[in-house]
């Protein structure tokens, strides 16, 4: 069997980063207590305290969806909802998952770069004490965002303070996380600074079956063990998960992926930028690039390498750097989409 050819689909469609694969591959050593009772998932621990702060609880989870679903359970009740943008993952790419398992709603807002703001949050909050309407409870952003643009630190403490004054929790949706860390230049905490509960992803930042729902204010964190069970993400032998996160957290092993991915997009960003027929669409902030391609030449360019279109009305397309993205990728893929365009 061969993988597929090596393209800008997603970041999930890497492999593990060796560093990461080689913590697997010790952890498989002998026995130890299974359901996160062994040293690797104590150490991930402690080293989440590290990133997040000291009151900060961390559970490991198998995918970036089960750590949305789990972590809106622990924030709300199924008469409450959840106010997110319309591009929001846990609206549009998880199957109505959220909406199954917590039983509340999705209220999602249009926004131009896939980042909410206080109007729009304030906007969304309606029907408060009227028992016809779901009640608001938590506000879900998502960092970096689906659209690969970053909440700044004024951003973010605007969107924060306003749903807490307004006693909404805050979610944040961490898949890319790291990414944004780095495109912030500031440490994981601060690029989620006042969230209650982040979904944090590991996979991809190089690792493989690795997330965690982190809850900043521990007290959200009581019943999550529960929670976790009951939504079939309790891993038995969870020091493969835990290995996983002390191999990325222990140095700086996740902004190194992280930093290669975003300064791959960017090369990605300049180097089609120039071609005449591309418009790229959204700032280049993490490791997603946006563009707009005439329609006819999407089809010949996917044939050839992996990527996904994100509006096929406009011919708005998407593309994904990863960890192991090299200057290489780009420079043949940039060239293909010259020469598609020339023909």
């Not at 924060?160 to 909404?168: E, I, R």
């Not at 929790?169 to 990414?179: I, Q, T």
């Not at 960017?266 to 591309?278: K, M, S």
């Given at each position: 069997m061969t993988a597929v050819s090596r393209g800008f689909a997603s970041d999930n469609a890497s492999g593990v980063q060796s560093d990461v694969m080689a913590a697997i591959v010790a952890a498989n050593a002998g026995h130890a207590h299974a359901y996160g009772d062994d040293p690797w998932t104590r150490r991930a621990r402690e080293l989440f305290k590290r990133h997040f702060g000291e009151h900060a609880e961390a559970f490991c989870v198998f995918n970036g969806t089960g750590a949305n679903v789990t972590a809106l359970q622990a924030l709300m009740r199924p008469f409450e909802s959840v106010i997110c943008a319309t591009t929001a993952h846990i609206n549009v790419d998880e199957c109505g998952a959220p909406e199954r398992f917590t039983g509340g709603k999705l209220v999602d807002i249009e926004t131009p770069d896939g980042k909410l703001t206080p109007p729009l949050i304030e906007g969304a909050i309606e029907g408060v004490g009227f028992e016809h309407h779901s009640q608001p409870r938590v506000v879900s952003v998502t960092q970096s965002t689906e659209y690969g643009t970053v909440y700044s630190a004024?951003?973010?403490?605007?969107?924060?303070?306003?749903?807490?004054?307004?006693?909404?929790?805050?979610?944040?949706?961490?898949?890319?996380?790291?990414?944004a860390a780095v495109s912030l230049g500031c440490s994981l905490a601060e690029a989620c600074a006042g969230a209650d509960v982040v979904s944090f992803g590991g996979t991809k930042n190089g690792a493989l079956l690795a997330e965690a729902v982190v809850f900043l204010d521990p007290a959200l964190a009581a019943d999550f063990r529960y929670i976790r069970k009951q939504s079939a993400q309790l891993s038995s032998k969870m020091r493969f998960s835990s290995a996983q996160f002390v191999a990325l957290l222990e140095g700086d092993l996740w902004r190194v992926n992280?930093?290669?991915?975003?300064?791959?997009?960017?090369?990605?960003?300049?180097?089609?930028?120039?071609?005449?027929?591309?418009?790229?669409?959204?700032?280049?902030?993490?490791?997603?690039v946006f563009a707009v391609l005439p329609i006819d030449v999407i089809g010949p360019l996917q044939s050839e390498f992996d990527f996904y279109t994100w509006d096929?009305?406009?011919g708005e397309v998407r593309w994904v750097t990863s960890w192991d993205t090299t200057e290489a990728d780009v420079v043949r893929f940039a060239e293909a989409v010259a020469r598609s365009l020339r023909a």
């Open positions: 004024a951003e973010l403490s605007a969107v924060v303070g306003t749903a807490h004054a307004h006693g909404l929790r805050v979610h944040v949706d961490g898949a890319r996380l790291a990414n992280a930093e290669r991915a975003n300064t791959m997009a960017a090369l990605l960003a300049e180097r089609v930028g120039g071609i005449g027929g591309v418009r790229i669409t959204q700032p280049v902030q993490a490791n997603e096929e009305r406009t």
